[in-house]
């Protein structure tokens, strides 16, 4: 049997983020040769070419995850219209030096959430638009904007409605789909 690791990048840095909750409970649904690793981004400095040839530890460390994984999984936040800076700070930095992009060629979704209504819709599509330009292959549909209210998650961190449960395990079959189909 194959394994597949996923690397799944959180754009929150906050301890009870909503995203790092859902990152969490969707990796529950995936199947046992998959496994999804939250890869560390709050320690990476501010994107500056001067220091491309010269990256520090955590940079290193960015791109060895990348090109460890079959596949990314990027949980985004939005914040004012589009996607946070520590998330867009991530995907600048490992798509250089030129021609040294760690993001090329990878299968990747996107999932998205919010108290409100649209979910991050605007976030996401401003990912898509730059996930595309890096070369990545991001699955298309189904799209994925949540809208997460009270009790949206247990105590144990699962999703507490069984819809909700099997809503996500419809995308995630998808998702496993999808990287087992570009990683072919």
């Known amino acids: 049997m194959s394994q597949y690791q996923i690397a799944v990048f959180v754009g929150s840095l906050r301890q009870d983020s ?3 909750k859902l990152a969490n409970a969707v990796a ?13 981004i709050g320690d990476l400095p501010m994107y500056n070419q001067d220091e491309e040839t010269n990256p520090n530890a955590a940079v ?24 946070p800076a520590l998330l867009k700070n991530a995907i600048d930095t490992a798509s ?6 760690a993001w090329a060629g990878k299968p990747a ?50 999703f507490a409605n069984p819809d909700t449960r099997k809503f996500l395990q419809g995308w995630m079959d998808r998702y496993v789909n999808w990287v087992k189909k570009i990683t072919a």
């Open 18 to 20: 909503i995203h790092r």
């Open 28 to 40: 529950k649904l995936a199947p046992a040769d998959f496994s999804f690793q939250q890869i560390q």
């Open 96 to 101: 250089r030096p030129y021609g040294q992009n």
């Open 109 to 158: 979704a996107i999932l998205s959430a919010s108290p409100g209504p649209i979910g991050g819709a605007l976030a996401q599509q401003h990912l898509r638009g730059i996930l595309a330009c890096l070369d990545v292959h991001t699955l298309a549909q189904p799209e994925m904007y949540l809208q997460i209210k009270d009790n949206f998650f247990d105590g144990s961190g699962n």
């Open 60 to 83: 290193q460390r960015l791109k060895r995850d990348i090109a460890a994984a079959q596949g990314l999984l990027f949980l985004s936040p939005e914040y004012n219209r589009s996607v």
